[in-house]
């Protein structure tokens, strides 16, 4: 089955530590988004890449780093820069926009993990 | 991309039509309406989009004003599965295929 899987689902960490969350995909995407939420809150860009080796900073990129390597990979570094990464975050993925004159490139989220600093 | 103001909660009876607001009086031409919905601690789920005719798809129907500044998605016959955060989200195919999300409208179903 085709889709967008993000691991773990839950992650604890101790303040000061640099985490990696993953985000695979085999939809043969190559746009990926990494977002944030925070309780109550809408979803937040961090980064997003429309191409394998380029990627973008999004509106609240501080504190945060990526990588795309491969088409199917985008993971996501919290570092110990961010002020306050406990929050649940969100991948996707979507068709390259420039692939479709009309706007159909919907995008497909993971699971999400929850990530917890303490 | 334009912004969007929709309710920030709603309820609906359980077998009845659900209807969701959207107002985007800011939209511009070339700026689709799209909708999402996010199930607790889930990742946001496509529902429906369009530009100006009304649209409908095995989840929902859209109806777009005629002066597309607002539109209401509306769930033929909510049921207790359709509780969630709506989100209405509107964008251009020729700005970068971020979604701009805001705090959305959030549905409960009684029974």
């Known amino acids: 089955d085709g889709g967008i899987t993000q691991s773990p689902k839950y992650l604890f960490r101790k303040e000061g530590q640099n985490v990696t969350l993953s985000c695979e995909q085999n939809?043969?995407?190559?746009?990926m988004y990494w977002y944030r939420q925070d309780p109550g809150q809408g979803l937040r860009l961090i980064y997003y890449s429309q191409i394998v080796n380029d990627f973008q900073k999004g509106d609240i990129a501080e504190g945060y780093s990526v990588s795309r390597e491969k088409k199917e990979s985008f993971p996501l570094t919290v570092t110990s820069a961010q002020k306050n990464p406990t929050a649940f975050y969100l991948c996707?993925?979507?068709?390259?926009?420039?692939?479709?004159?009309?706007?159909?490139?919907?995008?497909?989220f993971g699971p999400g993990t929850r990530l917890t600093v303490l | 991309d334009a912004k969007t103001t929709q309710p920030p909660s709603m309820d609906c009876a359980e077998g009845r039509a659900a209807n969701l607001p959207c107002n985007h009086s800011t939209i511009s031409g070339n700026e689709y309406v799209y909708w999402y919905r996010q199930i607790h601690s889930q990742g946001p789920q496509y529902i429906i989009h369009?530009?100006?005719n009304n649209e409908t798809n095995e989840m929902a129907s859209l109806i777009i004003t005629e002066d597309r500044k607002s539109s209401t998605l509306i769930l033929p016959h909510a049921t207790l599965r359709d509780t969630a955060v709506y989100y209405c989200i509107v964008r251009a195919y020729s700005s970068a295929s971020k979604i701009i999300f805001g705090s959305g409208t959030r549905l409960s179903i009684r029974p």
């Open positions: 369009g530009l100006k």
């Open positions: 996707a993925s979507s068709i390259a926009p420039q692939q479709h004159r009309e706007s159909y490139n919907e995008q497909f």
């Open positions: 939809l043969n995407h190559d746009a």
